[in-house]
């Protein structure tokens, strides 16, 4: 070969080499999945709700606020698509699970919806597999001062600990995520709730739309609570690399304390359970589930 062609010959190759490899890179950017993200939704903490009775199914204003719950659960569908989700799994997790309007969701988004009796309940469906875990209208434990319709999983308890935490309801499902490996990146509710997750999580984005005040609560309009949540949405699966999932070291004791002492009898009598005070009963397992499965037939 002409010695004065080698060289152009070389260069050409190496053209050609880079291109293709940059057209691979480009491909395999453009079939990369998008982010999976879980949306675990409770009523109590949707703005504007203030009222047991707008929660209940026998309330008369019950369908506003069902409405309310489904906006705002688009909201954060909407954030979540914007971020690049590309797949979005919702829980309705409040009362009977039948609350989010199905025909006013978001079509990018698949709905769960009424329960099968799993112990992962408000968190059924999520697994391994998933990015992010949302929570949208979420109240404060029971017996949280300025707090919107307060109380953990159900009336008839007190407290709820897990080794030694005070729980939520937002503690004990960040805890079930994690345990898949997954991060609570924001939770939207009242500010108490805003407050605890901070507590127990660290680092988590979070949507105050409104603020108890004894019994009654200061509300943002509605509109500006979807868009802050939807513009939070955006800003925590932005930065999705920032936040761990919530993990406890193994055993994981659970300390139950009802308020009547009937309860307690009953619960105590679980295998495994230990009556540990007049209404409280613990329970201690290295497996989550089974741990779970104890909180739920004790309550």
């Known amino acids: 070969m002409n010695k004065i062609l080698r060289p152009l010959v070389v260069i050409s190759l190496l053209i050609i080499f880079i291109g293709l490899t940059t057209l691979n890179t480009s491909a395999a950017q453009e079939n990369k999945p998008g982010l999976k993200v879980f949306i675990s939704v409770d009523m109590e903490g949707i703005c504007g709700v203030i009222n047991w009775e707008e929660v209940s199914r026998n309330g008369k ?16 569908i909407e954030g979540a698509l914007a971020a690049g989700a590309t797949e979005i799994v919702v829980r309705d997790s409040h009362g009977s699970a039948r609350n989010i309007l199905p025909d006013l969701l978001h079509p990018a988004a ?20 998933f990015d992010a875990v949302i ?142 005070g007049p209404t409280s009963v613990s329970f201690t397992s290295s497996d989550f589930m089974e741990v779970l499965r104890f909180f739920k037939f004790a309550r």
Request: glycine share 8%; aromatic share 8%.
């Open 61 to 76: 204003d019950y369908d506003l606020f069902r409405r309310l719950m489904t906006e705002e659960t688009n909201a954060a």
């Open 110 to 129: 698949k709905l769960i919806r009424d329960w099968s009796g799993s112990p992962l309940s408000m968190m059924e469906g999520l697994d391994e597999s």
């Open 135 to 276: 929570f949208i209208g979420y109240h404060a434990r029971a017996n949280t001062a300025d707090a919107t319709l307060d109380h953990t999983m159900s009336g008839t308890l007190y407290e709820v600990t897990l080794n030694g935490h005070p729980m939520p309801e937002a503690g004990i499902n960040a805890f079930i995520a994690g345990n898949f490996g997954v991060p609570v990146v924001l939770v939207a509710g009242d500010k108490a709730i805003c407050q605890q997750t901070k507590e127990l999580l660290g680092d988590v984005e979070t949507v105050a739309v409104k603020e108890g005040i004894g019994q009654a609560a200061l509300m943002l309009h509605p509109q500006k609570a979807r868009a802050l949540i939807k513009e939070k949405t955006i800003v925590a699966l932005k930065r999705l690399k920032d936040f761990k999932p919530y993990q406890l070291t193994p055993p994981y004791t659970m300390v139950v304390t009802f308020k009547d002492e009937e309860r307690a009898n009953n619960a105590a009598w679980i295998p495994g359970a230990k009556r540990v």
